[in-house]
């Protein structure tokens, strides 16, 4: 009976391997839909075909800036669940306002880069634990020890207005 089994198994990895190597020699794996070849951006008025990975909130944020747009393309489209988009559906982008961004523009993150000297600081919005520490010290990693000295028990989680010592 193990025999038999055993040369089942062999002979479906045999078809799956002998598959595989016909998609290489067309350029086109077996899985493949053909989308990785497709550099389709979605803009706003167009129709936007889906591709695997694709999200009606990443869609958005490719269109508009903001994923929050994604309720737009859903009432567009008609769309009863906006989870159940398919490889391969078009989509119509449609031309409306985009709500708060959520993609920040390539470039227009300022860094800071004004050193801290003191022995406290005083969070701003923006700040983490990292940059402080590099402004401070030079050194990003030594936010440990503003974590430990500051008794933090989430590290990733300071709010402007803080005040934070810096260990010397």
Known sequence: ???????????VVAVLVVRYFRGLDTGKLPFDNGSATENQE???????TVKAGDTLWSI?????????????????NKLTDANQIEVGQKLTIPDVE???KTVAERGTIEQKTDSIAGATYTVVHGDSLWEIA?????????????????????????HAGNVLTLPR
Do not use: F, H
């Not at 009976?1 to 089942?8: E, F, V, Y």
């Not at 958005?60 to 567009?76: C, L, P």
């Not at 402004?135 to 300071?158: C, F, H, K, M, S």
């Open 98 to 100: 985009a709500s708060v």
């Open 42 to 48: 979605a803009t706003v008025g167009a129709t936007y």
């Open 134 to 158: 590099v402004r401070a010290y030079g050194d990003g990693y030594q936010w440990v020890n503003i974590a430990r000295e500051n008794n933090l028990t989430n590290p990733n989680v300071i």
């Open 1 to 11: 009976m193990s025999t038999i089994l055993g040369a089942a198994v062999i002979v």
């Open 60 to 76: 958005a944020e490719d269109a508009y800036a903001s994923g929050y747009n994604w309720t737009d393309i859903a009432k567009a």
